[in-house]
T-cell receptor, first 109, second 119 residues
């Protein structure tokens, strides 16, 4: 059974600090990973995907993938109150994405 | 980017009626569309996967006769909640995956969701 584990939180981070969100996954063969953000009452939106080991940066967001440890993370620099949301990681299963339960992030002004 | 629309965004209906929700991929062809349900403060729950031109695959515990899915074209899938009851009140979200060969491969793009309230 392919699975993704995420700490449900909430994770509370002061404004301006770095928020670090983590996922571990079970399928050693997984090649790609996705981070989605979901605001309360809204649908998830894709914010980043990563295919290779190492870091991928996009603005204030950095995704990190460590295939040997089966670990993927998302760093948010200079956290803003507008970053407060639930962050979901996912990887492709046989025919659908395998989702983590999501981590609720709260940025405190 | 890839855009997925849903209609209606919000619906209120009486118990026993049927409600149809449309999901459209606006700027890409979707080989596969997914239907999710999300109750307040809970995770996404996959209900079914639909491939264009074939029957939907339902997740365990989801009644296929109650949640009818039709994926008639590469850009449209519909979910019909038949004989809706108050316990069916939820946030229904569709997503779509582009046809292989186009960009963004396995990425799922989500519609804005439909909030259903059954009285």
């Amino acid at each position: 059974q392919k699975e993704v584990e995420q700490n449900s939180g909430p994770l509370s981070v002061p404004e301006g600090a770095i928020a670090s969100l983590n996922c571990t996954y079970s399928d050693r063969g997984s090649q790609s990973f996705f981070w989605y953000r979901q605001y309360s009452g809204k649908s998830p939106e894709l914010i980043m995907f990563i295919y290779s080991n190492g870091d991928k940066e996009d603005g204030r967001f950095t995704a990190q993938l460590n295939k040997a440890s089966q670990y993927v993370s998302l760093l948010i620099r200079d956290s803003q109150p507008s970053d407060s949301a639930t962050y979901l990681c996912a990887f492709p299963g046989d025919y659908q994405l395998i989702w983590g339960a999501g981590t609720k992030l709260i940025i405190k002004p | 980017g890839a855009v997925v629309s849903q209609h209606p965004s919000r619906v209120i209906c009486k118990s026993g009626t049927s409600v149809k929700i449309e999901c459209r991929s606006l700027d890409f062809q979707a080989t596969t569309m997914f239907w999710y349900r999300q109750f307040p403060k809970q995770s996404l729950m996959l209900m079914a996967t639909s491939n264009e031109g074939s029957k939907a695959t339902y997740e365990q515990g989801v009644e296929k006769d109650k949640f009818l899915i039709n994926h008639a074209s590469l850009t449209l899938s519909t979910l019909t909640v038949t004989s809706a009851h108050p316990e069916d009140s939820s946030f229904y979200i569709c997503s779509a995956t582009p046809r292989r060969g186009q960009s963004f491969q396995e990425t799922q793009y989500f519609g804005p969701g439909t909030r259903l309230l059954v009285l």
